[in-house]
């Protein structure tokens, strides 16, 4: 009977448990699918995605929008406005596009591991992945993270199988959707060039195979290059000016930065237990020689890949989600050399522990306000009650002054924080001496100070959430008193 039973429960494990981890992360997001947008998912993606959904999808630099586009290359905006024309133009809609391009992402993932190494590494590595709170917090965003996640797993896998004409669709995808691929692509050009040789010395050979494979990794930069292009004639410029002028090339900073990247993507979040775990591994592997020489390639390959990107990122302007793209690489390399490592149960014992190390810190650690933290929805929902407050004073053309993001929420009503979509506020601006202030914790404001000890303003509203958010509106008193 116990023989039964656990036979059973295996094959559920190994056939099925992608499906059920799916399932499970859509439960997850499944009461938020109709919050507000938050963050740079507010006021860059969602309203350039919506503006392009009005005025029709595009790819050609210059048709859309360049202030919220940023830009960036259109293939997000194209493929994800295409979706808001199809299934509406409301929050529903796009958040359950990022939902499905989260689920897909994940089954990627599954897939890699599973081709290339074992139905119970991609059962962990897809697990793994599942439970780091970023992802968790991404998964129902309009971002395009995720979606380059998945691409950037996916076109990985295309390249080591040499499937050639689907690596070239995936990676106009990719490709035209962040520069940052660009990245990957010079990493499998270098693989290509150099590293294959260095590992298959006696396989590797310089025939018409190779250079017919030289030819498909180069492909992508030839597509990147048209769209630099049609940038230029369109719009005058290759890269978005305000983009280059934050790179910064001063060693210091660069240091300084990279410390902080490698910290956040090695250290914090209790993801050093993993670290603690797969080193001592690797070198058991290498000293009992449990590394194929395929996997000593796609360890060599990630590896690059991934110190490739910190520098990359060390370089440029840099937001805590950009971690996702090289985070499931990192997952991955962490359980081949644990589980390849350590026979029979015990690799995988250690697997789970890093597991529920990581889970642990999801459920009860992680707090903060910001887009990649576990309570970012408090804050939402903070703001939206500010708003609807607003509304129910009848503020919409009295002159209010407040930060950024929330002029962006009470003048835009596709952003789901008005109540009253047809009534959006007029007057919010650089206002010297407005009837309203609107302070709050995610754009903290020193002039909040100011205003708590001015005998012009009286505290009308306060709010204030568990994450540490709170938002503060000030209303003139010599308007009260009229």
């Known amino acids: 009977m116990y023989q039964k039973i656990s036979g059973f429960l295996l094959k559920i494990w190994n056939n099925n448990f992608i499906t059920l981890l799916i399932i ?7 009461s938020w699918l109709t919050f507000p947008f938050y963050w740079d998912e507010a006021w860059s993606y969602a309203m350039a995605i919506f503006g392009m ?20 290359p259109l293939f997000f905006y194209f493929i994800a406005s295409s979706w808001l024309v199809i299934f509406g133009k409301t929050l529903l809609s796009a958040h359950v596009f990022a939902l499905v391009v989260s ?24 697990l793994s ?19 380059l ?38 990493v499998l050009f270098f693989d290509t060039v150099f590293l294959q040789k260095i590992i298959y010395r006696k396989e590797h050979k310089f025939d018409m195979t190779y250079i017919r494979e030289i030819f498909f990794v180069i492909i992508p930069f030839l597509l990147f290059g048209i ?25 210091k900073e660069c240091m300084e930065k990279l410390s902080s990247i490698s910290n956040s993507l090695f250290i914090s979040n209790l993801r050093y237990i993993w670290l603690c775990i797969a080193v001592p591994a690797l070198l058991v592997g290498i000293i009992k020689k449990r590394f194929l020489k395929n996997d000593i390639h796609i360890f060599a390959l990630s590896g690059i890949f991934i110190f490739a990107y910190l520098l990359f990122s060390s370089i440029n302007f840099f937001t805590l989600r950009y971690l996702l793209t090289p985070l499931p690489f990192i997952i991955i390399l962490y359980i081949v050399i644990i589980s390849k490592s350590f026979s029979g149960k015990s690799g995988y014992f250690l697997i789970v ?19 990649c933290s576990r309570n970012f929805r408090q804050s939402v929902m903070a703001h939206k009650e500010a708003v609807n407050f607003c509304e129910s004073q009848q503020w919409h053309d009295r002159s209010i002054k407040t930060n950024f993001l929330m002029n962006f929420n009470l003048v835009y009503p596709q952003l789901g924080y008005l109540y009253n979509v047809e009534k959006p506020f007029t007057n919010c601006g650089n206002h010297e001496f407005p009837d309203i202030y609107i302070f709050y914790s995610s754009e903290y404001e020193s002039k909040i100070d100011e205003i708590r000890s001015d005998i012009n303003y009286e505290l009308v509203k306060k709010i204030e959430k568990p994450n540490g958010c709170f938002v503060e509106i000030y209303e003139k008193r010599e308007v009260i008193n009229k």
């Open 103 to 126: 689920c897909c992402s994940l089954y990627i993932i599954h897939f890699f591991c599973k081709q290339l190494f074992s139905i119970k590494v991609a059962n962990f590595a897809a």
């Open 353 to 371: 522990v890093a597991i529920l190390v990581n889970l642990y810190y999801g459920l009860v650690v992680s707090n903060g306000e910001g887009d």
């Open 53 to 72: 959904a009005e005025s029709g999808p595009t790819l050609i630099p210059g048709h859309a929008n360049e202030w919220f586009t940023r830009g960036h």
């Open 227 to 251: 769209f630099l292009i049609v940038q230029k004639m369109n719009l005058g410029y290759f890269f978005y000016p305000e983009h280059t002028n934050l790179m910064s090339f001063s060693l």
């Open 24 to 30: 499970l992360l859509i439960a997850i997001n499944f």
């Open 129 to 147: 992945m599942m439970v780091q709170v970023i992802f968790i917090a991404q998964s129902s965003l309009l971002l395009p993270e995720i979606f």
């Open 149 to 186: 996640m998945g691409l950037s797993v996916w076109v990985v896998y295309l390249y080591i199988k040499k499937k050639w004409y689907s690596f070239i669709a995936v990676s106009f995808c990719l490709i035209l959707s962040k520069e940052t691929a660009l990245v990957l692509f010079a």
